[in-house]
């Protein structure tokens, strides 16, 4: 599928995403190097330290936050209506065409 990332210089990247693999977004931005190491996924997608929070710009229906991503957005910073971690984004075939934004480094 095709995932559309914007990065922190708010640049575009049309990327191919594997639904085989059992990925997530983070793990994808990580691969793709759209963000520097060290500034994305430092938790290793635990839903524990908010440095993959993006923000959902198309109208994808996501899976429910789960508690942990819950309580984790409601601690981070720069946190609007549509952020989610993106560790917490499994690529699935229905989400062909996502389109997510990063949020600031923090
Ligand atoms: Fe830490 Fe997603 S990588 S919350």
Redesign the pocket.
Known sequence: IKIIITDRHGVKHQVDAPTDMNM?V?ELVRSYELAPEGT??????????????CYVESNHELPEMSYD?DL?LSEAFNVKDNSR????IFIKEELDGLEIELAPEV
């Open positions: 997530n983070m994305i996924g430092i938790c290793g997608g635990m839903a524990m330290c908010a440095s993959c929070q991503e984790m971690l993106s560790c917490q």
